[in-house]
């Protein structure tokens, strides 16, 4: 049975690889050549420049320290110039950001199904890629270059970003990734350091 659904699976990624595709994230069309699984590196920076929201999960102050998980929008750079650092725009209104600048200390997961490419497989098989950046998310300096990068790469993703109410103080922040641990195969995560991660070949 596993053998028969790690062919499936592997006859999938090549038609993926060598065809291509094209398909709506988010109302945006996005070009899909999904990496070999074995590249690990490739597959991460995909899965995060092809997706536009996972699941950030932060330290609650107002839960005594539980995990507390919310959908977010994010992007990691201009269409088809991504860095892989995801950045957000977040309020303090809401307990993410408020958690955020009480403890930075964070996860971001997301996962290939968004983007139409699993197929009909389900969300937590093994060919369907996930991925979980953790590490601590912090203010982006609005005085920097920086911030500036941060709001052409989320408001040229999620256009509605620019009309969110001013008063409700959204910030730019960032999550300066410590550890990685990436899924798209059977047979457990895959090694990948961040800086492979970051400085992948090409």
Known sequence: MIIKGDFRCHLFALALIFLGSRVSVHGRLLSVSKPDPDDAAATARWLVSQNSWGV??????????APFGNVVSFSDGLPDGGRGVPYFYLTTLDPTARNALFDQRSSFTISEYPIGTCGKKDPENPCCAKITLTGKLRLVDEKSQEVVFARNALFSKHPEMKGWPKGHNFQFFKLDIEDIFLIDWFGG??????????????
């Open 189 to 202: 995560p895959k090694p990948l350091t961040v800086d492979q991660y970051l400085h992948p070949k090409t």
């Open 56 to 65: 950030l999960n932060t330290i609650s102050k107002d839960l005594g320290g």
